[in-house]
């Protein structure tokens, strides 16, 4: 009877995970197809999904792969502030914006070589540089932006992680797992997408993605971030007690000055401005060792024309605190279009007028 009992309990549990894994087999036949199709679905519609700032990644990709526009005869390349700060509409008869915010010049090398492998044809004359002291300093959304948007080439990306292992603090680029990490962005893996699939709630950011690429579109890759009429909100600069370059991005920075080289192609590296309550708080540190890198910049590439100080703008040129609103870009490209007019056809420039680092001029523009 005992025995009866023991093998009676025995079939039950049997029956019991026969039954668990008859679910569990069902249960994957019912999922499989669904994280099968969500990456599929996910690479066709990212436009669907993903925020604001990919409609903006997205145009300045097939503006570089020649899908989209006409060729720059002037290319400007920088981070957001030079998005929204430089608009081809107010500067020079051939301009074109392809500055993406967070960048820095790590991505911006990239871009550029890919835009002059694409144009080899039909090379801009000018490239204009311009990226906010931070982003010489570190990284900022290379993995959160420029990958997860997949803006960057494989090749690209195997040369950056190749090139960062010889530079000392590469954490942000080199991130654990990063090759694993990239593959799961590159075939759009649900745990890296998810999020922003549920805060769309799957296609509810279509139309603002596609109005958003329309309007840079056809503002030849300008757009406006802070649209406030006043910002007397501090930047990041403010918000740090120094200046101190990264290695690896100086190494890109002077790689875009050597591929423009190489394509006889004109650079020119400027600066966007910052408020007035930015600027006051800068600490003498920060100031002296930003004016000595672009100085040691200056000296070691003569042909690059260089602007190595800060323009301050009053607060009421700021839509944010870090972004020119509209009265601030019309002053700053007015500016801009004055100082470089052999861009448009004028006489050449004096190089002395381009670089001064006297602390009395500060920078300040011509307002």
Known sequence: MHRNLYISNFEVTEMMWKEIGSIVKKLILLLFPFFLLLPLYCMLFPENYLDGEYAMYRQQQDYVQGKTGTAARVLIVGDSRTKAGMDPALLWEGSYN?????????????????????????????????????????????????????TLRSADFSDLISR???????????????????????FYMPNKYATALKKAVFCGRRQENLQKYAQVE????????????????????????????????????????LLCRENNIQVILEQTPVNETSYKIFTRELKDHYRGYMANLVQEFPDVLFYPDFYCYPNDCFGDADHLNKKGVEAFCGYLKEKYPQ???????????????????????EF
């Open 98 to 150: 392809i500055a993406l915010g967070g960048t820095t010049p790590i991505e911006g090398y990239y871009a550029l070589k890919e835009y002059i492998e694409t144009h080899a044809d039909d090379l801009p004359q000018t490239v204009v540089i311009a990226y906010a002291p931070m982003h010489y300093m570190d990284v900022d959304t290379l993995w959160t932006r420029c990958i997860y948007f997949h």
């Open 218 to 257: 056809a503002d030849s890759g300008h757009t406006y971030y802070g649209t406030a009429d006043h910002s007397d909100d501090v930047d990041g600069e403010a918000k740090v007690s120094d200046f101190s370059a990264s290695d690896i991005i100086t190494a890109y920075l002077t790689q875009m000055f």
């Open 164 to 186: 960062a292992k010889s530079f000392q603090n590469t954490e942000h680029i080199l991130i654990d797992h990063c090759r694993l990490e990239y593959l799961q962005y590159k």
């Open 343 to 365: 861009l448009w056809g004028q006489k050449a420039i004096d190089r002395n007028s381009v670089y001064d680092l006297s602390e009395n001029k500060k920078g300040l523009a």
